[in-house]
């Protein structure tokens, strides 16, 4: 494939997915120029190791995996960056956007643990299968399958309540 192929072949992607990869990225940080942020990271560190994919149709589980990997270095730096002894209080509260905090979905979803909404988030929001999930999150389809299940009842449950 020449260098030309490879760079139509990553267009192509990067257009197709990254309107996904923003929804997760955006449920996941609660923030828009965040998220915005990670997905240029993402495709950055996409378009540096593209040429050595091997097999173009993991390409999809491929970019969610390094968004994952993206998300949880910032979360890391921002960590990192907190102070030692600051009070709770003042400490800066990580994506509050105001309006979309009132939208009960994201509220009841982020109310789930983070072992649950995250698949839940990737069977919903990127459509994959149970054992695409279970290679972005290196756990078992069985593992991924009930978890995405207890996601369920409990959304249903903090939605009765």
Same mark, same amino acid.
């Given at each position: 494939m *020449?260098?030309? =192929?490879?760079g139509?072949?990553?267009?192509?992607?990067?257009r197709t997915y990254?309107?996904?990869?923003?929804r997760f990225?955006?449920?996941k940080v609660? =923030?828009?120029?965040? %998220?915005?942020?990670?997905?240029? =990271? *993402?495709?950055l560190? +996409?378009w540096? +190791?593209? %040429?050595?994919? @091997?097999?173009r149709?993991?390409?999809k589980s491929w970019? $969610?995996?390094?968004?994952?990997?993206?998300i949880a270095? $910032? $979360?890391?730096?921002?960590r990192?960056q907190?102070q030692?002894?600051a009070?709770?209080?003042?400490l800066?509260? &990580?994506g509050?956007t105001g309006?979309?905090?009132?939208?009960?979905m994201?509220?009841?979803?982020? !109310?789930?643990p983070?072992?649950?909404r995250?698949p &839940?988030l990737l069977q919903? &929001?990127?459509?994959? *299968?149970? %054992?695409?999930?279970? %290679?972005?999150?290196?756990l078992s389809?069985a !593992?991924?399958m009930?978890?995405v299940s207890r +996601?369920?009842?409990a &959304?249903r @449950?903090? !939605?009765e =309540?």
């Open positions: *020449t260098s030309v =192929d490879v139509r072949d990553f267009e192509s992607a990067a990254s309107a996904e990869l923003f990225a955006y449920w609660k =923030d828009r120029g965040l %998220a915005e942020d990670l997905v240029q =990271d *993402t495709l560190r +996409a540096k +190791a593209w %040429a050595s994919l @091997k097999d149709h993991a390409g970019l $969610y995996r390094i968004l994952r990997n993206e270095r $910032y $979360y890391e730096r921002a990192l907190m030692e002894g009070e709770l209080d003042e800066p509260e &990580l509050q309006v979309e905090q009132g939208v009960e994201q509220n009841l979803l982020n !109310a789930l983070e072992q649950y995250e &839940l919903v &929001l990127g459509g994959f *299968t149970c %054992a695409e999930i279970g %290679a972005i999150m290196s389809e !593992a991924v009930q978890r +996601a369920r009842l &959304l @449950k903090l !939605a =309540d």
